[in-house]
């Protein structure tokens, strides 16, 4: 059932009647990238709150006991470990983080079975890209608090599973499968941007080889609770260095370079270089980490990250139809070169190198 269907829209009437927002005005936002949307509802007697609309319309996350070849046949979500906009995710992961000291959307009402949930409202274009752009706060101020919350955060151990009132959600590992379905991404796509195939053959043998010896490198490295859409457009200033955090439905075991690689090298908005590096000697300084150590991190999960950003660019401009990814892509380019310079990546950077050297070169 599809968000917008007649019967979708009488349930989330029903929905809010029982919580007594029946009489709010209802404004849709802009829509996610994802099979969610929301809607700010506004009270008359002002009060407001948003309206979570998760349809139950993706394939199903992964179970945690569930084999590769299981994953495999269920689809993207259960191979790469997301949650499928399943609203119980959201629902739990928020009342996580808030009962750690974060600032998580309070949870007033949710309906996991048909997908809705009313949460707190943030306020209108708080994101940090946003409120950077008006000049609301300094970029350094807005990464720095970001920084924060992961310095914060990697303090906790990272929960097996969350539990309210009788629902459950596991935290699951960022594991092997999940992280070679998401480069993946790099062979099958990237060599687009060159008007060429998909690697196959030779090449693919030799891809599929550099790529599990950096799946190997990851899988060393220790494990912290990873939110995995951390970056300027889900980050919220909410005033007085509070920053509000949205979109961690997906949270996993994973690595603090994961999440620091989504916010210091971010897809969609340049960093300034001093703000990159203040953000990096911020996070060491607050955690005490070896620079060395979390620098080879940084660069081997980032170049992960990289990867599969850089083929998600590629697949919607010559698959889907949506040029304007396009202009992400330079940048996009450029943060996978600067990851492969590190030592630590020598081999994959040369196979990077032979097989599409526009990522050293630059787009035609």
Known sequence: MTSDSSERKRQI????????????QLHPLDQDASTRRYIRLVHPDGAKAIVMDAPHIEADPCPP???DEARNQMGWNAQTRLAASRVDAFVLIAQHLRALGFAAPEIYAHDTALGFALIEDFGERKEIARQIEAGRVAEQDAYLAAVDVLVALHQHPVPDVLSHEGELWPILEFDRLALATNADLYADWLPAEAGQDRLSGEMRQRWEAERDALINQAMAFPRTLTLRDFHAENLLWLGDGRIGLLDFQDAVKGWDAWDMAMLTQDARREVSPNVEEAAISHYLDGTGKDRAAFEERLAVIGALNALRIAGVFSR??????KPRYGKFQPRQLNVLAKNLQHPALQSMAAFVREATPF????LA
């Not at 009437?13 to 709010?24: M, N, R, T, V, Y």
């Not at 919607?316 to 139809?321: A, K, M, P, S």
């Open 65 to 67: 006991d569930a084999s």
């Open 13 to 24: 009437a029903s929905f809010l009647a029982k919580h007594g927002w029946d009489e709010a």
């Open 316 to 321: 919607l401009q010559h698959q889907d139809g």
């Open 359 to 362: 990522v050293f070169t630059g």
